[in-house]
């Protein structure tokens, strides 16, 4: 790229004064241009920063979100959980039910019953007899 000169334009000559107000009006130009570019990219910092708060907002709202999911989680198993239980006290009911059935059956039911009601609330524990009655003890007559 060849280096244009400057000189001190003299009215004498027409060229070297077009050359220069030419080289002005170039400088004057680019100057306006670098300025217009400077402006644009102040813009754009600002969409920048404006990027970097929306994602500040959105990993927090994030973090909410996660926090109820946390939440909603740990109530999920406690309803599992109690839902194990009934199954589990359905199941218990459905094995005393079957075995009042078969002593009906066998003749045992004759000389059995009299009944009362016990625990309404029962809650299967490890350490009781799996044989015994949950909401009725059976007592057999003299």
Known sequence: MERE???MPTEDDPMQMGKAISGH???AMLQQMAEALEDQAAALYRRV????EEDFLVCREIEEHQTEVNR???KLEAVR??????????EYLRSEASTMRE???SGEGTELMEVEFIRPDWKPQEDTDSRRPMFFNRM???
Request: charged content about 30%.
């Open 49 to 52: 920063s404006a990027f970097e």
């Open 5 to 7: 000169e400057f000189l």
């Open 72 to 74: 909603l989680h740990l």
């Open 140 to 142: 057999t007559l003299p």
């Open 81 to 90: 959980s109690e839902r194990d239980s009934v199954l589990e006290k359905v």
């Open 25 to 27: 009006f170039k400088r």
């Open 103 to 105: 002593a009906i059956f």
